[in-house]
């Protein structure tokens, strides 16, 4: 007999939209453009979370508490600290950035291709993919380590049994 996914409820619809509505809005508020991805990111995790069942639950859950952690703690930079957001984000997006461009022009076929990579246009995809990887790192980890501590936690508990 097969198991029945897991129906999306009126309730978990409600605060999907929610959700959506709150992080589009601290976007707007808060950020510039390059953290738009991690955003979506995470709505598809949230989405994730709520059709999973069992382990894979848990990595989602861990997975959406580590990248708004990560996001959390990147607001309260903004907020708190007297640093602009270009100077706080030039302190890890400069040299990453750089290196990112250097190497694409780098392994560029042609000289078409070259001159494409060096576009403003080419260039802010570059940032978007340079500032998205931490906090996709952080949420990847921050799911495997959810599930690798729920399972160590079982295996203590299964000792303890026995």
Do not use: N
């Not at 990248?67 to 007297?82: E, R, S, V």
């Amino acid at each position: 007999m097969s198991e029945k996914p897991p129906q999306l409820t009126i309730a978990r619809q409600m605060l999907l939209v929610v959700v959506i509505a709150v992080d589009v809005a601290l976007l707007r508020f808060f950020f510039a453009s390059r953290v738009l991805l991690i955003f979506f990111t995470l709505q598809v995790g949230l989405l994730c979370w709520l059709r999973a069942r069992g382990t894979l639950r848990l990595f989602w859950i861990g997975f959406e508490v580590s990248g708004l952690a990560f996001m959390a703690a990147l607001a309260c930079f903004y907020l708190l600290a007297h640093l602009s957001s270009d100077r706080l984000l030039a302190l890890y997006w400069k040299p990453v950035f750089y290196f990112a461009l250097e190497t694409l022009v780098r392994w560029a076929p042609d000289p078409e291709t070259r001159r494409r990579i060096l576009t403003r246009e080419c260039q802010t995809v570059i940032l978007e993919v340079v500032c998205f990887v931490p906090p996709l790192l952080a949420s990847l980890m921050g799911g495997g380590l959810t599930v690798a501590f729920a399972r160590s936690m079982a295996g203590l508990r299964q000792r303890g049994r026995g």
